[in-house]
C-alpha cells in the first residue's frame, strides 16, 4: 500500500497553448497530475499528445498558459528566474532521450559537474560521483569520456547524474527511446531500485507501454487531455 506517501508534485489545472503568429495550438487541456514522493510514474501516449510539453512545465522549462504547479505546496512560477534555476539544480533531476553529456569530460566528471555548478566541495562530489556509478554498474568506467561509452552505459551515467544533488524528483523523457530492447529493460530496472533507495520520484515520458508497466503508475495523455489520472492505491 501507498497511502502514507506524501504529495511532492501538483499539476493543478496545466493548459498551455502556442501561439506561433495566427495559428494557436492547445497542447495541455487543464491537466491535472499528482505526482506522490518516491514513486515512479510513467506518462504515455501517441506522438504529439503533450507528454513532453507537460514534463517541461512540471520542471519549470516551460510556462503554463493557465494552472499551477506546485513542488511541496510552493507555486513554481511565482518564483524568480534565479530561484527557478536554484530549483532546478537542487530539487530536480533530468535525464533525456539523448544523454547530453559533455563529450570532453569523464563520466565521473559529468555525473559531479551538477554538484560543483553548486560549488560543493571537490573530492566529496568526486566520492559521491564513484559511488553513484559504481551503483548504476559502471565502477569500471569512471574516466571513459562519452565517446569510449555505449549507449547503455551513457545513460546510466546521465542517471548517475540526475541523482548527484540529493534531487525530490527526476524528470525524464524517452530515456531509452535510444537504446536497444535488452539496455531499455536495465534503464527502467534501475529507475525502479534508485526510486526505491533514495526516496527519489521519477516522471518517465514514454512511448513503450511495456517498459511503463515497470513503474508503479501509469497515465495516459491524449490530445493534452490526461486519462487515468486517479491511481486507486492513493486514494
Ligand atoms: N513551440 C511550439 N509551438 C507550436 N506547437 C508546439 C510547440 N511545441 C510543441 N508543439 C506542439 O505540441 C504538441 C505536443 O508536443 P509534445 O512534444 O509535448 O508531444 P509528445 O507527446 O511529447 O510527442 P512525442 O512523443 O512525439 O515526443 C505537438 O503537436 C507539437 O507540434
Known amino acids: 500500500m501507498t497511502t ?32 506522490y514522493e518516491g514513486e515512479q510514474l510513467a506518462i504515455v501516449g501517441s506522438s504529439g ?16 498558459s493557465n494552472g499551477k504547479v506546485l513542488l511541496q505546496d510552493v507555486d513554481i512560477y511565482q518564483l524568480s528566474s534565479a530561484k527557478q534555476a536554484k530549483l532546478r539544480n537542487e ?12 563529450p570532453e569530460f569523464t563520466a565521473i566528471e559529468n555525473v ?5 555548478i553548486q560549488g560543493k566541495n571537490k573530492q566529496q562530489t568526486l566520492d559521491k560521483a564513484q559511488g553513484l556509478l559504481e551503483r548504476v554498474g559502471l565502477g569500471h568506467r569512471l574516466n571513459h569520456t562519452p565517446a569510449q561509452l555505449s549507449g547503455g552505459e551513457r545513460q546510466r551515467v546521465a542517471i548517475a547524474r540526475a541523482l548527484i544533488n540529493n534531487p525530490k524528483l527526476v524528470l525524464a523523457d524517452e530515456p531509452t527511446g535510444n537504446l536497444d ?5 536495465t534503464v527502467y530496472e534501475l529507475i ?3 526510486a526505491q ?14 517498459l511503463a508497466t515497470k513503474m508503479d503508475r501509469q497515465v495516459t495523455m491524449k490530445d493534452g487531455v490526461l486519462q487515468n489520472r486517479v491511481n486507486q492505491s492513493h486514494e
Do not use: C, R
Open 4 to 35: 502514507n506517501k506524501q504529495i511532492l508534485l501538483t499539476v493543478n489545472k496545466v493548459s498551455k497553448h502556442f501561439n506561433d503568429g495566427e495559428v494557436t495550438t492547445q497542447v495541455l487541456n487543464e491537466v491535472e497530475l499528482t505526482v
Open 192 to 194: 525502479k531500485e534508485l
Open 49 to 64: 499528445s503533450g507528454k513532453s510539453t507537460l514534463l517541461h512545465v512540471m520542471g519549470t522549462l516551460d510556462t503554463p
Open 112 to 116: 559531479a559537474m551538477p554538484a560543483f
Open 197 to 210: 533507495q533514495f526516496n527519489t520520484a521519477f516522471v518517465v515520458v514514454t512511448h513503450d507501454h511495456k
Open 91 to 102: 530539487d530536480l533531476g533530468f535525464i533525456y532521450q539523448f544523454h547530453h553529456l559533455l
Open 181 to 185: 530492447a535488452t539496455s531499455a529493460e
